[in-house]
């Protein structure tokens, strides 16, 4: 190799930038963002319920029937540009009910997980932070608990409080959030024990900003995570109890119901009064589901493979 | 090992007195008496003569008692809408079949989801890992009954190859063992394809091929053992899953288990046979985690019996 | 010294890794012989590609994202970088043996340490139980753990970290390998284990006569047990020669760099030790000249687009810098007298 003599000169440096990060750093969020946005079938998840959510608000509305109007003369009939999914036994129209079912199976599903995260976020967190004699008590409870089988102690609740919307949601909020309080009490005893946050506290950081600062920031992506995922588990619930005769009463309808209804009609040929609401109560959990993995992959990219 | 036995087995017995005492104060904060039906009420005497049968005139802590008592001698009483039953014969009659059923899907959900889960894994972000995957994810969203649904519509109606419905031969067991396994095959899978990949990536892992091992080996010998142990630890949730899960499927399939009884429980308001299939099943899951615990601690050499995993 | 004959010859090295929107060359053109008997360390920062380096000799490159690039890795007229994996496996373990920094997480915690040592004698030499049984247990001797009959039955979590370690290296040497590869062994033990495992390496090397590479940040290590050393700077071998070469006679920048930020005793305490300033550069997109050069005190116009060739020191000792170059050595004569030398 020829190299040209006038090069052995010392090198003219650029004002001392050695220690330079060369590639962009993101923060937390952009970084979720980002692997969020390039999950396709998350963001396929996150489109689907948007629709939905849509469709259970406007869709009862357009369809120009009423969900509880019966007719004798129009009853099991096929779908038709009359009736979309066509009708049921009643002659109701099945597209109306199955939005209106939406409605009523996506709030069981969101005020469910809703509750589920206050309790389960308060409880678990209490337990974690103080840690000790309270935590040791406060987590036996909830291992009793846990070791209930959780659909037969809702079915006692709701045996209990009689059937309806409002005992439906308290049923399974009083057994959900148990798995929430779980989690976070891990993450927040895993956290309070860490080496920063230890760090933190010898700066003499108060409680609250190491909360602010350090506890939330670390467990919000689990949070948000387990609320996307406790919502199908909820409305789930809600068409398995509706399946065994402890949902909404007639004439409100929630896709459980509506399946359950509909099963008869596997021998009498009227499908579309099974098949629809059974596809939707599918579709939605698939969806929240794979959001939900999607948006654990995005905040913890180290459990992606 | 002993001491964690005996400790174990007091901490089972005191959750399962916490769950009949919360199961028995809550059936018996339901306002009315269980013998008035739609609003009418009964003759009086044929009332107070019921209530005398059921210890109803009793006060309600002597009530509490007496159930214990019962308990204690694995009595379950009487069964509230027809006297003539107990809930001890329902028992007998319904869990053989919902144990047959429920041993089925249970059994094929662990061969399956781990076979799955594992093959996924070592084809990882390959098509077979996709695929699997994606049964996984549908598993868990569908519902058993649409599943069941399905399998009715066509293995039994369109192309006739099993009984629709009702209990008896082998071929009564496959549908609805089928829809009560989808569910846990998913959870399975998913479980053992993170925990395979994760011990896949483990130092030990690579000490094994450093020794020139073959890969068949370092799977089976090293890694798989060690991704399924967790899923040891599912099996007491599992099994309540498929029990209760059984509900809906032994009323899809018309299947004469605990179902059956609890769902006529159910629509009877038949307050002795709910709370007898509550205890007797909660029993049973109880008991079944305790042996799973014990069991992971047989086969864990890691777990000293300090009822906390070891960090050293 | 007398003349060894050569064990391993790797020639021109390349490993990538793939990464997200690109390639990361993480070994960049490696060359270095072992001979029999001799014990080699490689040196360097973290991210310099010694660890890459050896798990490439043992092809241990997890295969779904890095590759060997290009080169020969020759052993016993074999060239293992391109070997067939099923011949490689009847390789490693028993002519060429690993061991890794932390013993806790490189054995199995579920699996007896006498099967863990056992399988391998299994596998390579096909003898019964009984007969690896007893090999298991010499091993366990010869590494210096007591009762070893009892603790073949014994699980991890049961030993102490230098017995762990004592573990590894007995699992390493059961098959009595011609290449012992030690990756950072003693890192993360305490110093006083450390020195004990060192005289192991040294006791263990008189008795079997096999040869070690030993991969390091640790010049302490090094000194107490290395014949030569091979210092690598962002996946490339800087400089290389006998160990008293490079301890007394350092010629490439870096090498002094990090014999000076090394504390010593014999060193005057008043001079503070010096860090070697900067990180190392992104092998996202390696530089065109000398990687070390950003970093470098004496760097010269001609290290920013030009790589250094090798140069003799002199007979085994060997460095790669533009300072080796006359004309350099010319400007430094005519502006400063050099320091360090």
Known sequence: MIVSDDLFIPMRKDSSNAEAIVRPQLTYWQGAWIRLRGNKLALMGLVIIILLVGMAIVGPMISGHDYAKQSIISKNKAPSDANWFGTDEFGRDVFTRVWYGARISLFVGLMAALIDFFIGVLYGGIAGYLGGRVDNMMMRFVDILYGLPYLLVVILLMVVMGPGLMTIIVALSATGWIGMARTIRGQVLQMKNSEYVLAAKTMGAKPFYIIRKHLLPNTIGIIIVYVTLSVPSAIFSEAFLSFLGLGVQAPQASWGVMANDGLSTLLSGHWWRLFFPAFFISLTMLAFNVLGDGLRDAFDPKSRR | ?312 | MEQRETLLEVSGLKVTFRAHGGEISAVRDVNFSLKKGETLAIVGESGCGKSVTAKSIMRLVPEHIGKIAGGSILFKGKDLAKLPEKEMQGIRGSEISMIFQDAMTSLNPTITIGEQIMEGIIRHQKVPRSEAKRQAIEILQLVGIANPESRLKQYLHQFSGGMRQRIMIAIALVCNPSILIADEPTTALDVTIQAQIIDLFKSIQQKTGVSIIIITHDLGVVAKIADRVNVMYAGKVVESGPVSDIFYNPQHPYTKGLLASMPRLDADRNIPLSPIPGTPPDLFSPPLGCAFAERCNHALEVCRNYQPEETKVHNAHAVSCWLQDPRAKKLLASTQAPTGT
């Open chain 2, 1 to 312: 090992m002993l001491s964690f036995v005996i400790r174990r087995f007091i901490s089972m017995i005191v959750t399962l007195w916490l769950i009949i005492t919360l199961t028995f104060f809550l059936m018996h904060a339901v306002p009315g008496s269980p013998f008035e039906k739609d609003g009418k009420g009964l003759n009086e005497a044929v009332a107070a003569n019921l209530n005398a049968y059921y210890n109803l005139d009793k006060p309600l802590i002597v009530q509490y008692g007496l159930y214990l008592k019962q308990l204690v001698q694995f009595d379950l009483g009487p069964s509230i809408a027809n006297s003539s039953d107990t809930v001890n014969k329902m028992i007998a009659r319904g869990f053989p079949v919902s144990f047959q059923l429920g041993i089925v899907s249970v059994l094929f959900a662990i061969v399956t989801g781990i076979a799955l889960g594992v093959v996924a894994a070592l084809r990882h972000n390959r098509l077979i890992d996709y695929i699997a995957m994606i049964i996984a994810v549908v598993g868990i969203s569908i519902p058993s009954f649409v599943v069941a649904s399905l399998l009715i519509k066509y293995l039994a109606v369109e192309w006739k190859l099993l009984p629709t419905a009702t209990w008896g031969t082998w071929q009564h067991v496959i549908m609805p063992a089928l829809a009560l396994a989808f569910g846990p095959i998913a959870i399975i899978a998913r479980l053992t394809r993170t925990n395979m990949l994760e011990v896949l990536t483990q130092e030990y892992i690579e000490t094994a091929r450093a020794k020139g091992l073959s890969p068949a080996t370092i799977v089976i010998k090293h890694a798989l053992r060690n991704a399924v142990l967790p899923v040891v630890t599912l099996l007491g949730a599992l099994i309540a899953n498929v029990l209760t899960g059984s509900f809906v499927i032994e009323k899809i399939f018309a299947i004469p288990g605990m179902g059956k009884y609890f769902v006529a429980g159910i629509n009877n308001r038949d307050y002795s046979v709910i709370m007898g299939t509550t205890v007797f099943y909660s029993a049973l899951l109880i008991f079944m985690m305790f042996v799973v615990d014990v069991l992971y601690g047989i086969i864990d050499p890691r777990i000293k019996f300090h009822g906390k995993e070891s960090k050293g």
